[in-house]
């Protein structure tokens, strides 16, 4: 770069950046205008916002921030798409996928299976082991939860068993990663299909063709006196299952114990520096037992919530790629407990939508379904280069 | 990326080997071998573990797997099976290699791509990809000359595949996105297309009337079938996709060893820096790389269609794990032509073996092919490291160290060290 170039730069009060972040922002308001409460019936402000949303887009570019600024028009398209076909659709069809009420009890239903693993693969990967096996450690919670649920009785038993039976593949996962330095995408893959192949095989060894029993204890929803029955607030929170809002809990206490506390903060230094911590006296070796074996349990709550929090029941690979799509939420989210529940209410958000307008049109929504890995993709892509993953995540330690 | 290092030392090792009986030789000799020797072990180690599941659950291991074997139809090439017996081995070992045909390519699809150092998940939606362009093409253009309808399929699904994949490469080189996060997302996104496509009332729903309520493609015609030459026509015999499998085989083997491409992308596998450093262009290669592997899927799935499956239910589409089992299959055959080749024999078998149909004694089968998956699972944690097989070895190794030279010393110290 010239001097001359640096010269006819004007000073300015908003950076490019800012300019892209404004412009995904009206890009998404182009396409909130038509749905309810707006509903907005014609085309002509969405394109207005939308043409701004990519003259921000293209502004930011030219001002060196390409990821966001590409983003912005790529949201801006999104919108214009979503818009014609909210424009298009009756009143009456969008008013019934829009129930806001309704989304947003299903959105937290959706997504708190994913805050569950998604927070067990940011404790993993904060330590520097990569952990691609949520999915395997998922379904192990979601089998031997409902197992333990039946067998002991009471759904809190179900949980203990769930974490212990999550903790253990994840022991394995731990042992292959830290001592064995394994490959860690490798071994977690290997966890998957452990984890397929076990709990398909006590399935049918303990319940046989008829699956699990009726009746099984499952984890209460939690009915809030105040609101339950005040109107959306009721109907969007009144009466969400009780794990749902462990869940929500636990992303500030993940957040101060990963920032603020001496525990946290060496566990965090093993993830980015194993040399350094080593040298000052941490075992990097213990802490990432730890951490790996905590992801794996909270994977298991995970799925230990589909099984005995909302299904009561298990059948054969229950989680169906949630451990993915939560590892997904965790990169998306930055590798940050925060960002990775923000990630999970947006991929529980896709799946609501999906359901929703399932209901109006079941060949829509089937395309519907594949809405949050788009977009996973597209914020993959804009995003990711941009966070940056703990400095030795996947790289095995080697004392010297 | 140890295993890729590891790789790369015995390869440059065996070349290095020879001019026979120096002692360098030799030891290349007996890497070679344990190039071989580590995966069997793993695959016996794996088996094992296995059989003690099955034991500890009440069965009788030598039962089940001798249950698995005769499924698996490997008991055709004993002379002394015959009559009825040996033609329903036969029908059992055209279904091993029908399940083989794909896998070798899935397998080949995910190999390639950890060459160049990347991981590829993606297989299974390159693969979905294929199978659906595959299925569209060949239920369509019923008036096309057999060949030509063949070989305009089996290219249509290459390229869709190819397209598929390259969009996790473009992500790589142009944004930096992780190849392991995109082709899983690329995965879902393509079974729930595929599943849009089929559903009733979706684009390439069936036009049989009798089929209106079923979630299913159109049949592929009979023009694009590809023709079998072992068993019968109509009950899924043994079609002549294996050979084009196997000649896949073989031009990965020459894309890998013999061509500019294949250098390129190795030495951006061992080390994306100094290869950028020494002039190649990392981006395209990953580009490239990710275009041939979803190719390689995308001609697997065509395989399919056009080989015995005919027509693709959404159903296909949401349980099939082929991609995964490409995974193993590569990490086992150690991502070499040769060695995929044989895992994914291994792999068919296991599967046919452990079908329901196949398994009439006193295990359940659902039981025995949730085995499969345990096995599979062993299988690749066990190649996630070879440490654990490599200490088997210890006792062979030894000799070997006392002949090596400098260089063979470093190679052992870096193999053992970074597995």
């Not at chain 1, 994913?114 to 089998?143: P, T, Y």
């Not at chain 1, 005040?230 to 299952?241: D, E, I, Q, R």
């Not at chain 1, 525990?263 to 000052?280: F, N, Y």
Request: charged share 10%; net charge positive.
């Amino acid at each position: 770069m010239s001097v001359g170039t640096i010269a006819v730069t004007p000073s300015r009060s908003v950076s490019p950046k800012q300019v892209g972040i404004g412009g995904i922002v009206v890009a998404a308001i182009a396409w909130v205008i038509t749905i309810p409460p707006i509903e907005s019936r014609g085309m002509v402000p969405s394109i207005v916002l939308a043409v701004i949303a990519v003259a921000a887009g293209a502004w930011s570019i030219a001002g060196g921030e390409r990821k966001i600024g590409s983003e912005a028009i790529v949201v801006a398209l999104f919108a214009v798409a979503g818009a014609a076909a909210s424009v298009n659709s009756a009143t009456a069809t969008l008013e019934s996928v829009f129930t806001w009420s309704a989304l947003v009890a299903a959105t937290l239903r959706y997504a708190t299976p994913l805050v569950f693993a998604a927070l067990g693969g940011v404790v993993s990967e904060s330590s520097g082991v990569i952990n691609i096996g949520l999915e395997g450690m998922m379904l192990m919670g979601c089998f031997w939860g409902i197992y333990g649920a039946d067998l002991l009785g009471s759904w809190v038993w179900g949980l203990v068993v769930a974490m212990v039976a999550g903790g253990l593949l994840a022991l394995v996962h731990a042992f292959f990663s830290i001592n064995l330095r394994a490959n860690q995408i490798v071994s977690g893959t290997g966890i998957n299909f452990l984890a397929l192949g076990i709990t398909g095989y006590f399935l049918e060894y303990h319940y046989g063709p008829n699956g699990t029993p009726l009746n099984i204890s499952q984890v209460p929803n939690v009915k809030i006196p105040g609101i339950q029955h005040v109107g959306f607030f009721g109907a969007a929170f009144g009466s969400a299952n009780l794990m749902t809002w462990i869940g929500i809990a636990l992303v500030p206490a993940l957040t101060f114990y990963l920032f603020r506390t001496r525990a946290g903060l060496r566990l965090r230094a093993v993830g980015e520096k194993p040399r350094a911590a080593d040298t000052v006296g941490l075992s990097v070796v213990r802490i990432r037992y730890w951490a790996v074996i905590a992801s794996g349990m909270l994977a298991a709550l995970g799925g230990a919530y589909l099984s005995v929090g909302f299904v009561g029941s298990f059948s054969n690979n229950m989680t169906n790629g949630r451990g993915f799509i939560a590892l997904a939420a965790m990169i998306f989210g930055k590798w940050r407990p925060w960002g990775a529940l923000w990630a999970c209410l947006l991929f529980g958000f896709g799946n609501a939508m999906s359901d929703r307008v399932s209901s109006v049109n079941p060949t829509l929504g089937t395309l519907f379904e594949a809405l949050p890995y788009v977009l996973t993709l597209v914020a993959v892509a804009g995003l990711v280069g941009r966070s940056r993953p703990p400095a030795a995540d996947g790289i095995p330690y080697v004392r010297e | 990326m140890s295993l890729l290092e590891e790789e790369l030392q015995s390869e440059a090792d065996e070349s290095h080997g020879a001019a026979a009986t120096s002692p360098a030789a030799l030891t290349a000799f007996r890497r070679g071998a344990s190039g071989v020797i580590v995966p069997i072990i793993t695959t016996v180690i794996a088996f094992i573990a296995g059989g003690l599941i099955v034991a500890a659950t009440g069965h009788n291991p030598l039962t089940t797997y001798q249950s698995i074997f005769n499924g698996t139809g490997l008991n055709w090439l004993f002379p002394w099976v015959s009559g009825s017996e040996r033609a329903t081995a036969a029908t059992n070992l055209q279904q091993t290699l029908l399940n083989a045909t794909p896998l070798v390519l899935v397998g080949l699809a995910v190999a390639f791509a950890f060459r160049a150092g990347m991981f590829n998940i993606g297989g299974q939606g390159q693969y979905i990809v294929g199978w659906i362009v595959a299925v569209w093409i060949g239920s369509s253009f019923s008036g096309m000359p057999s060949l030509l309808h063949i070989v305009f399929a089996i290219v249509a699904a290459a390229a869709a595949g190819a397209a598929w994949a390259g969009i996790a490469g473009v992500l790589k080189a142009t944004t930096g996105a992780n190849e392991v996060i995109s082709t899983i997302m690329l995965n879902w996104i393509a079974v729930w297309v595929g599943v849009y496509c089929f559903q009733l009332g979706g684009p390439l729903h069936t036009h049989n009337p009798q089929l209106s309520t079923t979630p299913v493609s159109n049949s592929v015609v009979a023009g694009a079938k590809l023709p079998v030459f072992w068993g019968s026509a109509t009950l899924q015999g043994l079609d002549v996709g294996i050979f084009i499998s196997l000649a896949l085989a073989v031009v990965f083997g020459l894309l890998i060893k013999r061509t500019r491409l294949g250098y390129e992308a190795r030495t951006v596998g061992f080390n994306p820096d100094a290869a950028s450093y020494a002039g190649v262009n990392v981006g395209r290669t990953w580009i490239r790389v990710m275009l041939i592997c979803g190719a390689f899927a995308g001609v697997a799935a065509s395989l399919d269609i056009l080989g015995w499956k005919f027509n693709l239910y959404t159903n296909d589409i949401q349980v099939s794990q082929i991609g995964f089992y490409g995974i193993a299959v590569a990490l086992l055959g150690r991502n070499t032509a040769g060695g995929t080749v044989a895992a994914a024999l291994l792999f068919g078998a296991l599967l046919t073996g452990t079908s329901d149909r196949n398994i009439h004694l006193s295990i359940d089968p659902t039981l025995v092919q949730y085995l499969t998956f345990m096995i599979e699972g062993m299988i690749i944690l066990l190649v996630s490291t070879d440490v654990i097989t490599l200490r088997l070895l210890k006792g062979g190794r030894r000799i070997g160290i006392a002949f090596k030279g400098r260089r063979n010393k470093e190679a052992t110290a870096s193999q053992d060290g970074a597995s």
